[in-house]
């Protein structure tokens, strides 16, 4: 008896001083106010594409507090972001998860925001995005990432693109599309027959079988699309029954602010049919990495800027490009501007006070951002500022934004009257 109880003993300390290989390691906790995710992945495999998932525990922690661990995946995402250093990434849960109150997913997103600067142009679009009531707003956090136990950088977590009840709410027979320069890497796409853009799905779902090309679901948005193109261009596009009958102008109008307003170059733009028989509407705002002015197009469909250039505070981008370029000799859709306009303004305190916050919070956490990604002194990607500290980046967007709102002002004084 005493042998057994011996050896039984002789096992327990084993199994204690023995490290086992799918223990979960966590960090020290933080004091900096920024939350942790880490995500270690089964026998330390290394994310190597934007393809396959890979099986791995999450856990997030707040300071001196877990909210979490649970199983689940993780794979890279991103199209030309996914060439930089630092990588962004998707996370799965094995079920769905509440994170920092938001509501319950499976899926999320961690953007690495590596040609930010600020860390806080996502902030930008998602605070003006709420401000402006702008249809399926995005929420989202700054986060410590850990892959593996190495720390990777600051990122944000922000919801998925995606039809959900709390995310992009839409009927089953309702569309959320993209139009998307990168559309040939995506398992289905159309391109409109009088503007010639290309457009991918994100619901209906090709990979799961729910649209094919020529199917209902596929013919019915492609006429629909083709439609609008058609009446937005025709001679008589301001008839009572011409264009307006397919958009909602004020969902239009709300897009159009937040993206004129933070200079955004990025040119792929979600649309969302809510159910058949409804108007268009656009929205969700996504991709704030080179806003701000961070990059520069010249002309709104030419090329980048390239470094060093003087950013334009006062460049007029979406009253010339895309579908707005013709909206705007609309008298009822500049109305419909003008009217979200004057709602924002009173909002834009509180949006600034907001920001302000966020970017107090960051200020320790962006010191070991920019440890381990030493670009403060260097010009990445289409960006064309270089300003050698987070301080002065983070006042740059603040004084670019301040300037964007009174040009804004100004620009919507002129073509009003």
């Not at 005493?2 to 490290?19: E, H, K, Q």
């Not at 008589?236 to 170059?265: C, I, M, N, P, Q």
């Not at 009217?339 to 970017?359: Q, T």
């Not at 960051?362 to 260097?378: C, E, G, R």
Request: proline share 6%; hydrophobic share 40%; aromatic share 16%.
């Amino acid at each position: 008896m005493r042998l057994r109880l011996s050896i039984s003993l002789i096992f327990i300390i084993l199994a204690a001083c023995t490290p086992l290989e799918d223990s979960v390691w966590e960090p020290d906790p933080l004091q900096d106010g920024v939350p942790v995710i880490s995500v270690y992945v089964d026998d330390n495999a290394e994310i190597v594409n934007k393809d396959e998932y890979l099986n791995a525990t999450i856990t997030v922690t707040e300071p001196g507090k877990k909210m979490l661990s649970a199983r689940g995946r993780i794979k890279g995402r991103g199209n030309f972001t996914w060439n930089y250093p630092k990588k962004p990434y998707k996370i799965k849960f094995d079920e769905k998860q509440t994170l920092f109150g938001f509501p319950d997913n499976r899926d999320w997103v961690l953007l690495a925001d590596y040609c930010d600067k600020s860390l806080m142009r996502t902030a930008y679009m998602c605070e003006l995005s709420d401000a402006l009531d702008v249809p399926y707003k995005l929420r989202y956090r700054h986060v410590k990432l850990y892959l593996n136990k190495e720390f990777v950088g600051v990122y944000v977590l922000i919801d998925q693109v995606e039809k959900s009840s709390h995310r992009v709410d839409i009927e089953d027979d309702g569309f959320l599309i993209e139009n998307d320069n990168y559309f040939y890497n995506e398992p289905l796409s159309f391109t409109t027959e009088v503007k010639h853009y290309p457009f991918s799905f994100k619901y209906p779902d090709p990979q799961d079988g729910e649209i094919v090309m020529g199917d209902d679901n596929y013919n019915y948005i492609v006429n629909y699309m083709n439609a609008f193109e058609t009446f937005l261009y025709s001679d008589g596009f301001l008839a009572k029954d011409g264009y307006r009958d397919f958009v909602d102008l004020h969902s239009f109008a709300k897009w159009f602010l937040a993206a004129e307003l933070t200079s955004t170059h990025d040119p792929n733009v979600f649309y969302v049919v809510p159910t058949r028989g409804a108007q268009l509407r656009m929205g969700p705002l996504w991709d704030a990495e080179y806003t701000l002015g961070v990059s520069h197009r010249g002309d709104p469909v030419g090329g980048w800027g390239t470094p060093e250039m003087t950013p334009d505070p006062h460049q007029e981008i979406w009253s010339r490009w895309k579908y707005f370029g013709r909206m705007f000799e609309d008298p009822f859709f500049i109305e419909a501007v003008c009217e979200e306009w004057e709602a924002l303004k009173p909002r834009i305190p509180a949006m600034k006070a907001k920001l302000a916050e966020v970017a107090a919070n960051l200020s320790t956490a962006q010191k070991d951002n920019f440890d381990k990604w030493q670009i403060l002194d260097s010009y990445e990607g289409a960006g064309i500022i270089c300003l050698g500290s987070w301080e002065a980046e983070v006042k740059y967007c603040a004084d670019f934004f301040d300037e964007r709102v009174r040009w804004m002002e100004g620009f919507l004084e002129d073509i009003r009257w």
